[in-house]
């Protein structure tokens, strides 16, 4: 008696070659979140240290973190296109796309500041940097804390991430005051003084950007925006009002 020949199923091959997509499109949004996250640390470092080679790893880094997320851009396109992705799947895929812009975002503000920092040991000034370690140290936890949310589609971390934006912004203010006053005490302070306020406003910044993601995230998992608005600190100037580059 001859056998029954089972046919694949079509659409089941076709549904798990699509899970599989999503979770590789969820990995290279990991791996770039990973990359930044490095990134943002050396040049932390080569500010605290007045370490040049860790300053140039952070600027030659940069375009690895571009080309992710070209990738990430072709690959949302693709699946658009070839998937018509609804309701959950859609909402994660629209999400992936903005997260992707952000930790570019992040990645370009983390180069700024290793540059700041090839700048900076031109200097030799007596200014704490305890302040500055401080902030950098909150806003690498918080990026932390969103890259771990992205992989793990943990919509409660992303809460967390979000609530302590307050905490950065008032650092920010305690570092603005700081260097207002050394400026004030010694006028040789003034040029190195405003390279770390640009500093200090590229690590505000990037915790915004860690908070912006955090909302993606938890929309992306919950189907709802958080409600209410950001905490935040209260800032003497208006980072919008300076130089970022």
Not at 16 to 31: F, Q, S
Not at 199 to 216: C, F, H, P, Q, Y
Request: aromatic share 4%; with cysteine; charged share 25%.
């Amino acid at each position: 008696m001859d056998q029954m020949v089972t046919m694949p199923d079509l659409h089941e091959h076709t549904l798990k070659k699509y899970e599989r997509e999503l979770k590789r499109l969820r990995a290279t949004l990991v791996e770039m979140g990973g990359r930044v996250e490095s990134q943002l640390d050396s040049a932390v470092q080569s500010i605290l240290k007045r370490d040049a080679t860790v300053a140039t790893a952070a600027i030659e880094s940069d375009p690895t973190v571009d080309a992710l997320e070209h990738d990430v851009e072709q690959f949302i396109i693709r699946l658009f296109a070839l998937r018509q992705p609804m309701a959950d799947d859609l909402r994660h895929i629209v999400a992936a796309l903005k997260i992707s812009n952000a930790l570019e975002r992040a990645g370009d503000l983390s180069a700024n500041i290793a540059k700041r920092s090839l700048i900076l040991s031109q200097f030799r000034t007596s200014v704490n940097l305890v302040g500055l370690e401080g902030i950098a140290r909150l806003v690498q936890k918080n990026l932390k804390s969103v890259v771990d949310a992205i992989e793990e589609d943990d919509a409660t971390k992303a809460i967390g991430v979000w609530n302590d934006d307050k905490a950065i912004d008032d650092f920010y203010t305690v570092i603005f005051r700081e260097q207002i006053t050394y400026m004030i005490e010694d006028p040789r302070n003034i040029t190195p003084c405003a390279h770390l306020l640009f500093v200090a406003k590229n690590l505000e910044r990037i915790g915004d950007l860690a908070t912006n993601i955090a909302e993606m995230v938890h929309y992306a998992v919950t189907g709802t925006a958080l409600s209410g608005t950001r905490p935040k600190g209260i800032t003497l100037v208006d980072p919008d009002t300076l130089d970022a580059s």
